[in-house]
């Protein structure tokens, strides 16, 4: 008996869930690996090269490490900011693209303060600034860097009373899973509101440069969407001038669980009211015992308002803001666990941070974690696969090949800054981040190095899991270049890049990486049990491009080929004719099993076939 094993697959092991940090990928020695079994090989190990993304433009010192973020401002109200995060600088200097477009002059007139310093202020602007684009050039006397540039939208003063907002609570426990109601009447019928919550490390209740956006999302009175019941909307479904929607600590990021203060912003995409802020503060989980310390930097100096984790095994269990001294209280259950501190300008090494057991009742005391100062990042936007819109508040893990991580998120303007050192680096977005947004984490995770410094432009792309996946839109997050998706060698369907033996349209069918040669890895389980083979194979129902055909051969002759189940627009696999029995979950990325009879004498062969 023979088995045909050319495009079989499992699932791929994706990496991380929300809670998770990637431990696994830390070492690339450890190489993910996967037994195939064939005809021609009764057994093989591959090993899984990480896929290589970069970008030609790098720096050096000095350091961007907080982009400015756009600006809202209302005519006749108060003054505008645009703050920036750096290491290393030795003088600053504003600039201005008039319009957004053209080029930069530096700012200039009475109404301009601060232009040489890292927070730029523009007093009561008016409707002249509009549209107006905002950057920063960086230098340390040897070189410089510029900032991205941001807008400030500039509306008339309201005219409408301002909403009341309600947040159902103002304290809630860490680890509660209770949805947090939002109440905010008094809108004009069928009115849309942003609502954003940043985790404020400095307890000032403003958004400052650095400071994580947990969440942003947009709700429109009357409006949800059943369709993607994991984006808030308007719970009551009706355009009556008022808004119930809510959030949940529970199916937040792992920043979004951090014990301290979270500000949630309101505020008008049209400008009809002045920004709304609430308070809530997020306390210590109800346990008997906590770990305490102090974070801190090489040379032994306190580190104010980073995060610090408490991590067992691969899982952030519990978080805390530490305050200004970089002292820090963190509440968790009895267990083993590993403190690792995230900051702003900082990575941190996993290997070399405070360690140990935490028994019932009994507090841990001067576990004091070491944050590493950045040397170097990787820098560019959170994207939607089409290039637009950005994505806001999405939660990113970095982690590199020697065992350093820095967590953080994308700003309000979808830019964000991976603290680094020299190194490979692989960047995942959180998968709890993008569900809230309504989106997927791709199969591949891009990946940069800073051996030679500072990457810039690397922007991450993905996918809608409201929208249909196609061949089209996958293969723009699949780590080919842009010369690349101009070649149809490269990245046509027919194509087979990474020589696996497997053609780009299958590798998208199958859950591959078409630049890693994973044949291995998305490879068939084939057995046979008394009178009976049976395949196993990766099926996804947002390929519904795809036509998944499961076919037997006696003699593997061209024309031999019979369909024995199959699976059309992302439907569900079902048997032809009677010739097989089908184990199919039914929905989403999944493991199918085929089995059909085995013949009394004689070969018989089995494959899986994709198409369009």
Known sequence: MMKNLQVAAKPRSRPGTAGRLHLALATVATALCR??????????LILLPLLLLTSAALHATPLVTAQPTGQTAFAGDADAYFQIRETGAASYQWQVKTGGTGTAVNVSGTRYKNAATPLLRIVTPDATLDGNTYGCVISDGSG????????????????????????GTSTISANSTADISLQITGLATGQSVRIERVLDLNADTKPGAGEPLIQSFTVTDGTIDPAQPNIPGDQDATAN????????????????????????????????????????????????????????????????????????????????????????????????YSVVPVSTGYTASEASQPTGTVAS????????????????????????????????GVQLTAISTNGYVSILTSDSDGNYVVPTI?????????????????YLEPATAAQATTTAGSVTSLDLLFASSSTPASYATWKTTAGFSESDLTTAAISGESADPDGDGLTNLMEYALGGSPKVADAATIAPAVDS?????????HCDDSRKDIIYSVQSSSDLAPNSWTDIAQSIGGGPMTAVSGRSTVTDPGSGARTVIVSTALPVSGKLFLRVKAAK
Request: proline residues 6%.
């Open 35 to 44: 037994r195939v079994r064939s005809e021609y090989a009764s057994s093989a």
């Open 144 to 167: 410089s860097v510029t900032t991205a540039f941001v807008p400030l939208k500039v509306f008339a003063a309201p005219t409408a009373t301002a909403p009341v907002v309600t947040l």
């Open 241 to 336: 001038g008022q808004i119930a929607t809510a959030f949940s600590l529970a199916s937040s990021p792992d920043l979004g669980r951090t014990q301290g203060t979270h500000l949630i912003r309101i505020t008008s995409p049209t400008g009809a009211f002045l920004p709304i802020t609430k308070t809530l503060a997020v306390q210590g989980n109800s346990y008997g015992q906590n770990i305490s310390g102090q974070v801190r930097d090489a040379a032994s100096a306190a580190v104010g308002y980073s995060v610090v984790m408490a991590v067992q095994g691969s899982t952030i269990v519990a978080s805390a803001v530490a305050a200004a001294n970089g002292n820090y209280n963190l509440w968790v259950p009895v267990g083993t």
């Open 361 to 392: 009742g009994v507090n841990s005391t001067a576990k004091n974690p070491v944050l590493t100062t950045a040397t170097a990042t990787v820098s560019g936007r959170v994207l939607d696969a089409s290039g637009s819109p950005a994505l806001r």
């Open 422 to 438: 020299p190194g490979t680096w692989t960047i995942h977005g959180s998968p709890a981040s993008l569900h809230l947004l309504g």
């Open 529 to 537: 049990n008394g009178s009976q083979i049976q395949i196993s194979f």
